[in-house]
């Protein structure tokens, strides 16, 4: 069985990197041969893998059989980053009304003082730091509701392309005024958690749901970036014209 496991991790986490770094072009059939022996897997966990990415929305069933890369519009993308928004927005109204659990209120803390550490860097930013720290703050946030089923379609929201809360970080030179974008998000993260903390559900989901549309300012950004950005972003290559 734990072989079986890792053989699937492998091939789902291979997968998914070819898929959203373009190794693809979008509504391109996808090889099962060529991929198999590529990622070193056999062909059974390959295709448990396109099932799963096909349940997330990265691939699309071909009628005559296998699976090929999806394709997106910006449209597409702004509204999987609006519902991203919506469900973490359900999760903060959810954990200030239930009241979030203590122990993970005290992580998040942490969490937000750690990012304020990396934004203040002697030598700039550590992006690195702040990319890791603001995915976790978020996972916290998911997991405050104490819901598993809001945790669980957020963590399936975020699996579409761009949809991430650290799609656009990794390429901060092409998102102006990078710095302050991070400094408000951080004032954001930080009002998230107090309104959290006094049991103000409809102010934190507000909140929330407001945060996320940051990531739609960046996707303007990109959007308008020109060629080559696409092999640089994860994702990107799948959105096509409107």
């Given at each position: 069985m734990g072989d079986r496991s890792t053989q699937f991790d492998k091939a789902l986490m291979g997968l998914r990197t070819l898929v959203m770094t373009g190794a693809f072009e979008a509504n391109t059939r996808l090889p099962e041969v060529a991929l198999s022996e590529r990622l070193g897997i056999s062909r059974t966990p390959l295709r448990q893998a396109m099932d799963r990415l096909v349940a997330e929305g990265l691939l699309e069933?071909?009628?005559?059989?296998?699976?090929?890369?999806?394709?997106?519009?910006?449209?597409?993308?702004?509204d999987a980053i609006e519902l991203r928004g919506v469900i973490e927005g359900t999760a903060a109204r959810m954990a200030a009304e239930r009241g979030a659990d203590p122990l993970m209120m005290g992580e998040a803390e942490r969490t937000l003082a750690e990012i304020d550490t990396a934004l203040a860097a002697p030598d700039g930013i550590d992006l690195d730091a702040y990319v890791r720290l603001?995915?976790?703050?978020?996972?916290?946030?998911?997991?405050?509701?104490?819901?598993?089923?809001?945790?669980?379609?957020?963590?399936?929201?975020?699996?579409?392309?761009?949809?991430?809360?650290?799609?656009?970080?990794?390429?901060?030179?092409?998102?102006?005024?990078?710095?302050?974008?991070?400094?408000?998000?951080?004032?954001?993260?930080?009002?998230?958690?107090?309104?959290?903390?006094?049991?103000?559900?409809?102010?934190?989901?507000?909140?929330?749901?407001?945060?996320?549309?940051?990531?739609r300012e960046n996707l303007e950004h990109f959007a308008k970036a020109g060629p080559g950005v696409a092999t640089r972003v994860p994702g990107l290559s799948l959105v096509t014209p409107d």
């Open positions: 069933r071909i009628a005559t059989g296998g699976a090929r890369v999806a394709s997106f519009t910006v449209d597409d993308i702004n603001n995915a976790g703050f978020h996972s916290l946030l998911a997991r405050m509701a104490g819901s598993l089923i809001v945790q669980r379609e957020i963590e399936r929201v975020v699996q579409l392309p761009l949809a991430s809360p650290s799609s656009f970080l990794k390429e901060q030179e092409l998102i102006p005024n990078f710095r302050a974008s991070l400094t408000r998000a951080q004032w954001q993260h930080k009002a998230i958690l107090a309104a959290i903390r006094a049991r103000e559900g409809a102010r934190a989901e507000a909140l929330t749901r407001e945060h996320a549309r940051l990531a």
